[in-house]
């Protein structure tokens, strides 16, 4: 594994200790809440293992956070890197985390800056970026989370796919592809989406996405996440 795809997941994993402490579960607990096992819930909490798609929804509402949560605040290896460990030491404060990431920003050379509250442009090298499970990326296309909606942009690699079950969650979901195939699978219907070609369709239908072609597929994708 890379180590900036390895520090992804340990950012991934160290996020999801500290909430899942902070919520006072066992990781049986939670793995029962999320519908997964206990020995993959612990591999991705250690960071030898990324979530699905459909876990990463699964495990946000069990610990009733928005999937932006797992989100690293800077898309650049090194602050990446820093920011699990300060996690996993536990001995910051979460303003004392933000201003940390905030002055490595600042002064690392070529690094975009932090955005700003209000800041309405995203540079591309400054994407919050994850790694998912199976060659998914997401990249948050939002200076800072919103709180009804999640504007990404994803990518699937060949052969990927959102997870082995279904997903359904709360919200509704709105993707145009941009390049390469997408398989998008609601319920007991298939729908193949080529470049240029969009969908629209409730989260809570259960669904999946997979690209089952040769090339690289890229989309933009939006979830609302409407009351």
């Known amino acids: 594994m890379p180590e ?10 160290n996020k999801l200790r500290a909430i899942r402490r902070q919520r006072h579960m066992t990781l049986r607990e939670l793995a029962g809440s999320a519908e997964m096992s206990a020995s993959m819930l612990s591999q991705i909490e250690t960071g ?8 990463i929804y699964s495990i946000a509402a069990a610990l009733d ?12 290896g090194d602050s990446i890197a820093a920011e699990a460990e300060m996690v996993a030491s536990s ?28 800041e309405p442009v995203v540079h591309a090298d400054a994407r919050p970026t994850i790694e998912l499970r199976g060659g998914v990326t ?34 509704r979901e709105f993707g145009l592809v941009l390049e390469g195939e997408l398989v998008v699978e ?3 219907e298939f729908y193949t989406l ?12 259960p669904h999946r ?11 933009l994708w939006v979830v609302w996440n409407h009351a």
């Open 4 to 13: 900036i795809t390895r520090n992804h997941a340990r950012i991934i994993g």
């Open 186 to 188: 609601l319920g007991f």
């Open 65 to 76: 956070v928005p999937v932006d949560y797992f989100f690293p605040d800077q898309e650049n």
């Open 194 to 205: 080529r470049c240029g070609d969009s969908i629209i369709f409730d989260s809570t239908k």
């Open 91 to 118: 001995e910051l404060t979460a303003s004392e985390m933000r201003e940390a990431q905030v002055g490595r920003a600042m002064n690392t050379p070529g690094a975009s800056p932090a955005p700003r509250q209000g």
């Open 138 to 171: 997401w990249a948050r296309l939002t200076a800072l989370p919103e709180s009804d909606a999640d504007f990404l942009e994803i990518t699937y690699a060949p052969g990927a796919s959102s997870g082995v079950n279904m997903s359904h969650h709360e919200g």
């Open 48 to 55: 030898k293992s990324y979530p699905s798609v459909r876990s």
């Open 209 to 219: 996405l997979a690209n089952k072609g040769s090339q690289p597929m890229r989309a």
